[in-house]
């Protein structure tokens, strides 16, 4: 893109024709005021059952699919903070937990993990996300 230049004329007036197309291009650029910065979901699946996190509403939920002797646990932290919430035995409804009191915006790492009498055996890998 050529931003235009503009020759000096009468009455100290020099240079607003460049000003406006330097705000013009830079509005249409992206580079005004700062975008909101949007929620993202996360979830993590794996053989014995499920995590998941919302942002919407920041529900953090745990489903185990399998009866398979494990549990699976959901486990979100943040600066400042975590949550836990486990789904202990495949055969009742997923537990969730929710409004976490987590700031718009709050970066957030949510990892699922396989529990054996309450400890953990395997855990999966952090997964970023934002509330």
């Known amino acids: 893109m050529t931003i235009p230049t ?3 004329g009468t009455g100290g007036r020099a240079g ?3 000003a406006a197309t330097i705000v013009v291009t830079g509005a249409l650029l992206g580079l005004g005021a700062a975008p909101a910065l949007a929620g993202q979901d996360q979830q993590i699946g794996g053989k014995g ?4 996190f ?3 509403g920041e529900i953090l939920a745990a489903t185990d699919t399998t009866a398979d002797g494990y549990d699976v646990r959901a486990e979100l932290y943040w600066a400042g ?3 836990f919430v486990g ?3 495949f055969d009742d409804a997923r537990e969730s937990r929710s409004n976490l009191a987590l700031r718009e915006g709050t ?3 949510l990892r699922m993990c396989y529990l054996d009498d ?4 395997h855990c999966s890998r952090l997964q970023r996300g934002v509330a």
């Open 118 to 121: 309450a400890r953990p055996v």
């Open 54 to 56: 919302q942002a919407e």
């Open 16 to 18: 607003h024709g460049l």
């Open 81 to 83: 903070g975590r949550a």
């Open 49 to 52: 059952g499920y995590v998941r």
């Open 6 to 8: 503009t020759t000096p």
């Open 87 to 89: 789904d202990f035995g």
């Open 107 to 109: 970066h957030v790492k």
